[in-house]
């Protein structure tokens, strides 16, 4: 299985966080990509630091998962991690009167 865990600062990236994903995974063999969040303006979430994402790694690895760390790309068009965003202004709907 492949799991895709994208990490969110604050939201789901604490050792706690780590510990829970290995507990859900424990006899399922995986291949775990961590995915740090891609942040662009209107968003409220934020990207965890580099050692943050380094240290829940470094557990699962401890816990004898594949755990990988995915490389944003695409992030000039806002479509790392399949997160696409629109940057366009759009005039509201006008209806008849």
């Known amino acids: 299985h492949t799991i895709e865990y ?3 600062a604050g939201i789901n990236d604490s050792d706690e966080d780590a510990r829970r994903l290995a507990k859900w995974l424990k006899g399922v063999p995986s291949k775990i990509n961590l995915i ?13 630091t580099t050692e943050r994402v380094l240290k829940f790694q470094s557990y699962l690895i401890e816990q004898n998962f594949s755990a990988f760390i995915r490389q944003n790309r695409a992030t000039d068009i806002l479509g790392a991690c399949g997160q696409l965003a629109a940057s366009v202004t759009l005039d509201p709907i006008k209806t008849p009167a």
């Open 36 to 48: 740090p969040f891609n942040s662009f303006n209107s968003s409220e979430y934020r990207p965890p």
């Open 6 to 8: 994208v990490m969110l």
